[in-house]
C-alpha cells in the first residue's frame, strides 16, 4: 500500500496567450476548474500505473470539497483518512501561457491538518510500502509523519514543494528527497550539485525535459528525459513523484525507477490539467520500450 500525506485542491485555471506584467490585463482564452493538490496529483498518478493507494489530509465542506471526494475515489483511491473540515477547500490559481505555469495555492482545509490526526493513521503509515509527502501541509504534520514513518522503517519520499517551506531538520526523517532544479538551489544553495554526493540514492533532483540527477555512491547519474510535446505543465513533478514511489514499493533499482518516474513525466505533459495527463501503466511501458527500439 502506498500512502500519500497531502494537499487536496481544487485547481482554478486560466489559459492566456502571454503572461500579464505587473499592471497589465490581458484577455484569457479558457478559464476551467479541475482536480489538484500535490497530494492529491501523486496519489492519482500512482494510482493510474498500478498502485494501491490511500490518502491521509483534509477538504473543506463546500461544493469543491464533494467533488474532489468524488474524483479521487473514482481512481481507487482509499479516503478513510480524509476528513471534512469547516470552511473551504484547498484552491491553486493556475495561469498557463506560453508552454509554462504560474501557480498561487490558497490552502483552506489542506492547513488545518493536525499531528494528532496523524497519530491516529499510524497504523496505515506503518503497514505502508512507501508513504509520500510535499509541502503544502503544515510542516509539523509533514515531520510527524517522516518521524512516525523512521521510527517504524517505512520508507519516505519527500517532495519538498514549496521548497519555501522547507526545514533542513527532515532530511534526517526521509529516506529520499526530490527537489527540481529551483527548489534544490533553495535548499542547497547554488552549489546544489555537491548536496548530490552526500545523499547517495537519497536525493534526485529533476530536470524538466532534460530528466533527472542523482548521485550512485560512485558517480554523477543523468537518467535523461524522454521527448515530448508539451501542452501542460502542470503535474508534471507530481506524475514524477507519484511514479517514482510505485517503482520503488515495486523494489526498482534506484536508476531504473527514475527512468520510468522520467517517463510517466513525460507522458503528464501532454494533456490539459494536472490529472487529465496522469498516465496508466501500459503508456509509460511502451514509452520506455520505444525509446529502446
Same mark, same amino acid.
Given at each position: 500500500?502506498?500512502?500519500?500525506?497531502?494537499?487536496?485542491?481544487?485547481? #482554478?485555471?486560466?489559459?492566456?496567450?502571454?503572461?500579464?506584467?505587473?499592471?497589465?490585463?490581458?484577455?484569457?482564452?479558457?478559464?476551467?476548474?479541475?482536480?489538484?493538490?500535490?497530494?492529491?496529483?501523486?496519489?492519482?498518478?500512482?494510482? @493510474?500505473?498500478?498502485?494501491? *493507494? /490511500?490518502? *491521509?489530509?483534509?477538504?473543506?465542506?463546500?461544493?469543491?470539497?464533494?467533488?474532489?471526494?468524488?474524483?479521487?475515489?473514482?481512481?481507487?483511491? /482509499?479516503?478513510?483518512?480524509?476528513? @471534512?473540515?469547516?470552511?473551504?477547500?484547498?484552491?491553486?490559481?493556475? #495561469?498557463?501561457?506560453?508552454?509554462?505555469?504560474?501557480?498561487?495555492?490558497?490552502?483552506?482545509?489542506?492547513?488545518?491538518?493536525?499531528?494528532?490526526?496523524?497519530?491516529?493513521?499510524?497504523?496505515?503509515?506503518?503497514?505502508?510500502?512507501?508513504?509520500?509527502?510535499?509541502?503544502?501541509?503544515?510542516?509539523?504534520? +509533514?515531520?510527524?509523519?517522516?518521524? $512516525?514513518?523512521?521510527?517504524?522503517?517505512?520508507?519516505?519520499?519527500?517532495?519538498?514543494?514549496?521548497?519555501?517551506?522547507?526545514? @533542513?531538520?527532515? #532530511?534526517? !526523517?526521509?529516506?529520499?528527497?526530490?527537489?527540481?532544479?529551483?527548489?534544490?538551489?533553495? +535548499?542547497?544553495?547554488?552549489?546544489?550539485? /555537491?548536496?548530490?554526493?552526500? !545523499?547517495?540514492?537519497?536525493?534526485?533532483?529533476? $530536470?524538466?525535459?532534460?530528466?533527472? /540527477?542523482?548521485?550512485?555512491?560512485?558517480? #554523477?547519474?543523468?537518467?535523461?528525459? &524522454?521527448?515530448?510535446?508539451?501542452?501542460?505543465?502542470?503535474?508534471?513533478?507530481?506524475? &514524477?513523484?507519484?511514479?517514482?514511489?510505485?517503482?520503488?514499493?515495486?523494489?526498482?533499482? &534506484?536508476?531504473?525507477?527514475?527512468?520510468?518516474?522520467?517517463?510517466?513525466?513525460? $507522458?503528464?505533459?501532454?494533456? &490539459?490539467?494536472?490529472?487529465?495527463?496522469?498516465?496508466?501503466?501500459?503508456?509509460?511501458?511502451?514509452?520506455?520500450?520505444?525509446? $529502446?527500439?
Amino acid at each position: 500500500m502506498i500512502t500519500v500525506v497531502g494537499s487536496i485542491n481544487m485547481d #482554478l485555471v486560466v489559459s492566456t496567450d502571454i503572461f500579464p506584467k505587473q499592471g497589465e490585463t490581458v484577455l484569457g482564452n479558457l478559464y476551467t476548474t479541475v482536480p489538484g493538490g500535490k497530494g492529491a496529483n501523486q496519489a492519482v498518478a500512482a494510482a @493510474r500505473l498500478g498502485g494501491e *493507494v /490511500q490518502m *491521509v489530509g483534509a477538504v473543506g465542506l463546500d461544493a469543491f470539497g464533494e467533488e474532489l471526494l468524488a474524483g479521487l475515489k473514482a481512481e481507487n483511491i /482509499q479516503l478513510d483518512a480524509v476528513k @471534512r473540515k469547516e470552511g473551504a477547500s484547498g484552491i491553486a490559481n493556475i #495561469l498557463l501561457s506560453e508552454g509554462d505555469n504560474r501557480i498561487i495555492v490558497v490552502p483552506g482545509a489542506n492547513h488545518k491538518v493536525m499531528p494528532e490526526e496523524i497519530d491516529a493513521s499510524k497504523d496505515q503509515l506503518s503497514t505502508s510500502s512507501i508513504v509520500i509527502m510535499q509541502l503544502e501541509m503544515p510542516i509539523p504534520v +509533514i515531520q510527524r509523519t517522516l518521524e $512516525l514513518c523512521h521510527e517504524n522503517g517505512v520508507p519516505t519520499i519527500l517532495n519538498p514543494a514549496p521548497a519555501s517551506g522547507f526545514n @533542513r531538520e527532515l #532530511l534526517k !526523517y526521509c529516506t529520499y528527497l526530490t527537489p527540481n532544479e529551483t527548489e534544490a538551489e533553495e +535548499i542547497f544553495g547554488e552549489d546544489w550539485l /555537491q548536496a548530490l554526493e552526500q !545523499y547517495p540514492n537519497r536525493l534526485v533532483v529533476t $530536470l524538466g525535459g532534460k530528466g533527472a /540527477q542523482f548521485y550512485d555512491g560512485e558517480k #554523477l547519474v543523468t537518467v535523461k528525459g &524522454f521527448p515530448t510535446k508539451a501542452v501542460d505543465t502542470t503535474g508534471a513533478g507530481d506524475t &514524477f513523484n507519484g511514479a517514482l514511489g510505485v517503482a520503488l514499493s515495486e523494489k526498482m533499482p &534506484f536508476a531504473e525507477a527514475v527512468r520510468f518516474a522520467n517517463a510517466a513525466a513525460s $507522458l503528464s505533459v501532454e494533456k &490539459f490539467g494536472a490529472q487529465g495527463g496522469m498516465p496508466t501503466r501500459e503508456a509509460v511501458m511502451n514509452r520506455m520500450e520505444g525509446e $529502446l527500439q
